[in-house]
């Protein structure tokens, strides 16, 4: 079949590689060639035309926008019970954090990161607690 008869097709197919595997539907690539009466040939010939993979790129955009929120969700639930990747993604995402190439992670402090977060955490705790002050005088 010509190209021009199989524009629609052309698209569902590079939606369909976007999708993950779990979620395609049809299932596999023989059942999207039999549900959209396409040949295996027609389907090779898109994959090697790099637009294809152009088509392909930018519909995984669009598929990842509604789901990006619950996997940020999904980061930050980790992080806080402890997962150190999940910790180091939250901060590279949000917080700029990055690694030296000499694989050792500093911060502005010239520390490694967990030595600067243990120097914060210190000094919040030594910090004397300040009392209230009522009517000019300090709270008993």
Avoid: C
């Amino acid at each position: 079949m010509k190209w021009h008869l199989k524009h629609a097709e052309y698209y569902l197919f590079a939606r369909w590689i976007a999708t993950p595997s779990i979620f395609r539907d049809p299932p596999n690539q023989g059942a999207f060639q039999e549900k959209y009466n396409v040949s295996g040939q027609t389907l090779v010939n898109w994959k090697n035309d790099p637009n294809f993979w152009e088509d392909v790129k930018r519909e995984i955009k669009e598929w990842t926008k509604e789901k990006t929120p619950d996997v940020i969700a999904a980061i930050y639930r980790s992080a806080i019970k402890g997962n150190p990747f999940s910790q180091k993604l939250w901060l590279q995402a949000f917080d700029e954090f990055q690694e030296k190439s000499e694989n050792k992670q500093t911060h502005e402090l010239g520390t490694s990161f967990f030595e600067a977060m243990k120097q914060r955490h210190d000094k919040h705790i030594q910090q004397p607690k300040q009392q209230p002050v009522v009517d000019g005088d300090i709270a008993t």
